[in-house]
């Protein structure tokens, strides 16, 4: 399984790059929002990818985070979402714009990715609601460790630059806390009634994790969802 590639771009085209890998070329599928993300032809590039194996094709599709891959991941679980369909809508939308999507039902935001009809849009929804306060709970635990991990990825050819050591393990429950406010903020709720909702949630589930708070305070906004 090939998960991530890091070397040069040498072309790009609308919806593909060629990523030069030590002298090996390597087409990879990307969506339009990740293609406007990226460098240079010539430039270092990087991307997290997933490998589609099918009879006769092998396929790789391209990220600029691993949310972002894991979203997509979700998505070709939905009967008829293939691996493109599944691009064209984190093009359209990306990762938190399909968490709201999917959390506030809104089908026409899924349907305007190119290729996505009404019923294939209503399916995404149904099959993936339940499942998007654990992709939430992930998003924020990634953007954690990203802002204070203990490796930050640096272009190619440049030292791993090492940052402070993550928090003890006291300030959990505020981390926890934190990410969750951060997702529902991220999600179209606003902050009052967001911090609202999980502080009501913590003080009912002290131990509770992302995960739980999220899903607490979802069900007490379900009715201000916009």
């Known amino acids: 399984m090939i998960g991530k590639l890091s070397g ?15 002298g090996v070329g390597y087409i990879v599928y990307v969506s339009e929002r990740t293609l406007a993300g990226l460098p240079s032809l010539g430039e270092a590039v990087s991307l997290y990818t997933d490998l589609v194996v099918r009879e006769d094709l092998l396929q790789l599709f391209g990220f600029a985070s691993m949310i972002d891959k894991e979203w997509h991941k979700l998505l070709t679980t939905v009967q008829g979402v293939g691996a493109k369909a599944a691009l064209a809508i984190m093009g359209t939308l990306g990762a938190e714009g399909v968490a709201r999507a999917i959390n506030l039902g809104d089908q026409r935001a899924i349907q305007s990715a190119q290729g996505v009809g009404p019923k294939l849009a209503q399916r995404v929804i149904l099959e993936l609601k339940a499942k ?13 460790l990203a802002d204070a991990g203990d490796v930050v990825l640096e272009p190619l050819g440049e030292p791993m630059a090492r940052k402070a050591p ?8 505020a981390s926890f806390t934190a990410d969750a406010l951060s997702a529902l903020i991220n999600l179209g709720y606003g902050q009052g009634d967001a911090a609202q909702a ?11 994790d992302t995960q739980a708070l999220i899903r607490g305070a979802l069900k007490l906004l379900a009715p201000k969802a916009r």
């Open 132 to 144: 998007a306060p654990n992709m939430m709970a992930l998003g924020s635990t990634m953007s954690g």
């Open 8 to 22: 040069r771009l040498d072309w790009r085209g609308s919806d593909q790059v060629l990523i030069d890998v030590r």
């Open 198 to 208: 999980v502080s009501t949630v913590a003080a009912d589930l002290p131990e509770a």
């Open 166 to 173: 993550p928090p003890p393990p006291q300030a959990g429950r």
